[in-house]
T-cell receptor, first 114, second 111 residues
């Protein structure tokens, strides 16, 4: 299995509070991604990174920011959490970009915003 | 993005082959065909990908039609662990980084 971990694995927070999710990899892969998965919507890309300090938006980036100061860590921050951000968040890594890349996914973080 | 169409669900018996179809009639010449699967309560898992030729790996085989408008993921001997939702996804050279997961095919494997 690819060395990819996510923390925390579960979090319950209140509306309006900031939340940071961490994705950590030991594979030295260049690309890292954050997705969210909701019933009826499948997986949707939030942000991705193609190198240290290089990030770009996905299709549902509003309300989220990311940072990548080291190859191995990709942080997803919800500046002020809302109930609509209750979801399961998956991090993925890849050694190459599309279209030939295979993405390896982490175990997910279940976030509940009350 | 080119679209894919998959059956909502399929059923198989353990130790029998499974053929999961995917239609992608609007595929372009630079679109790669990827398959991922997601087991219950887990993140998606890469299965296989190809461009024009059939591909084999330890998990499955990918058969691509000559006109590339359809493809079939083949699991040679289904096990209970293969019960998952299978997604057929197209990725374009020079296109978006994102994997667009549609509804996929839910595979049930009967013992």
């Amino acid at each position: 299995d690819a060395g990819i971990t996510q923390s925390p694995r579960h979090k319950v927070t209140e509306t309006g509070t900031p939340v940071t999710l961490r994705c950590h990899q030991t594979e030295n892969h260049r690309y890292m991604y954050w997705y969210r998965q909701d019933p009826g919507h499948g997986l949707r890309l939030i942000h991705y990174s193609y190198g240290v300090k290089d990030t770009d938006k996905g299709e549902v980036s509003d309300g989220y920011s990311v940072s990548r100061s080291k190859t191995e860590d990709f942080l997803l921050t919800l500046e002020s959490a809302t109930s609509s951000q209750t979801s399961v968040y998956f991090c993925a890594i890849s050694s190459q970009g599309a279209p030939t890349n295979e993405q390896f996914f982490g175990p997910g973080t279940r976030l509940t915003v009350l | 993005d080119a679209k894919t169409t998959q059956p909502n669900s399929m059923e198989s018996n353990e130790e029998e082959p499974v053929h999961l179809p995917c239609n992608h009639s609007t595929i372009s010449g630079t679109d790669y065909i990827h398959w991922y699967r997601q087991l219950p309560s887990q993140g998606p898992e890469y299965v296989i990908h190809g461009l024009t030729s059939n591909v084999n790996n330890r998990m499955a085989s990918l058969a691509i039609a000559e006109d590339r408008k359809s493809s079939t993921l083949i699991l040679h001997r289904a096990t209970l662990r293969d019960a998952a939702v299978y997604y057929c996804i197209l990725l374009t050279q020079g296109g978006s980084e994102k994997l667009v997961f549609g509804k996929g095919t839910k595979l049930t494997v009967n013992p």
